[in-house]
């Protein structure tokens, strides 16, 4: 057709739930009296999604966490501004 028109589809799997523990942590040498890198634990990415941004991440499976580690090479601000 003419492609107006969507299409339902069923979902990519049957979630199953399982569970799990996360630990994050960071490991650094302390340069010039300053640490710098940060380690960020999102551990409910959709929950924060529609509190902080105001978007619904409707796609995500629930539940779902993310971690990220930012290492400032130039200064410890660099960082903090990405996490």
Known sequence: GS???????EAPH????????VRLASASCVKQGAKLDRAV???DIAR???LACKIPLAFVDRPA???AI???FRNAEAAQWCA
């Open 14 to 21: 049957t979630s199953q739930d399982y569970q799990t523990w």
């Open 65 to 67: 966490c993310a971690c």
């Open 70 to 72: 930012f290492q400032g």
């Open 41 to 43: 634990l999102l551990n």
């Open 3 to 9: 492609g107006a028109e969507g299409e339902d589809v």
């Open 48 to 50: 924060i999604a529609r």
